[in-house]
């Protein structure tokens, strides 16, 4: 979708990468962004999964000066996203590779919140209309679930791990 005003808050535009994987920017005008993040309710990470990271590694960095550093996360390379010149983490990219990411699943972003409680948050979800496709699971940043809304959008909360809240501070 080409730039469009929201209103006076800001400019945006719809995009896709190469494999398919939507995402929007933001052109700040009065509103800047997030000024809270890694708190409960609050955004704490995004992750792009995509099944092809060198061509991703290219075309982000390509788009936003983007480096990726290497992480081992289990079995698969885990990429950092960094701006170039930093080592602050502002976001991830996971292969999909694995019995764990079905075919028909596209490329995606996928947007964390941290929460107190993965368990309780993901059971108020289901309360509330909404849909638990992966319960929750520990990881090396901390636990994490995939909720769908009641309308079916994903989107990811995670209880951060100390170290994840350490370095995210």
Known sequence: MEPFDIFDAGRM???ADPAGAVFCVWQAKQHKGAELVNEPGAMAWNE?????????????????????????????EYTVWQLAGSDRGIGGMIPMVGDQWPEDLPPHWMVYFAVQDAEAT?????????SVPVEPFDTPAGRIAVL??????????????????????
Request: hydrophobic share 40%; net charge negative; glycine share 12%.
């Open 148 to 169: 769908n809304d009641p309308q079916g959008a994903h989107f990811s909360v995670i209880k951060l791990s100390p170290q994840a809240q350490e370095s995210a501070g």
């Open 122 to 130: 993901a059971a108020k979800a289901k309360q509330l209309g909404g």
């Open 48 to 76: 792009l999964a995509t099944r092809d990271p060198d061509a991703s590694k290219d075309f982000y960095g390509a788009v936003f000066g983007w480096e990726g550093s290497p992480m081992e996360y289990g079995e698969v």
């Open 13 to 15: 535009a719809v995009l």
